[in-house]
């Protein structure tokens, strides 16, 4: 089992940055991990992954604004975020496959303000 626990949320202006952690009480290392962002009345979507190899990907939609990365001496993912928009307001989730079940954590809320 593991615990993930995401930190690094607020309240920013438009085209400011932020960065949301996210630290897990068990091993990570090698696991694909991903980031999404579930906006209010939204669908939770994938906002990116890192992938065990170390490739990753971004949707579509953050390309090139948005960064994961990870530490695994911290056993923590890291998603920064650039040039921020209204639309990126959310709450941010980090999630992690174990042995075929889902973990969350509990989320951290990010608020882009015009």
């Known amino acids: 089992q593991v615990q993930l626990v995401e930190s690094g949320g607020g309240f920013v202006q438009i085209g400011e940055s932020l960065r949301v952690s996210c630290a897990a009480t068990?091993?990570?290392?090698?696991?694909?991990m991903d980031w999404y962002r579930q906006a209010a009345g939204q669908q939770r979507e994938l906002v990116a992954t890192m992938y065990s190899s170390g490739s990753t990907y971004y949707a579509d939609s953050v390309k090139g604004r948005f960064t994961i990365s990870r530490d695994n001496a911290k056993n923590t993912v890291y998603l920064q975020m650039n040039s921020l928009r209204p639309e990126d307001t959310a709450v941010y989730y980090c999630m992690v496959e174990l042995g075929g079940r889902d973990y969350w954590g509990q989320g951290a809320q990010v608020t882009v303000s015009s």
């Open positions: 068990g091993s990570i290392v090698n696991r694909r």
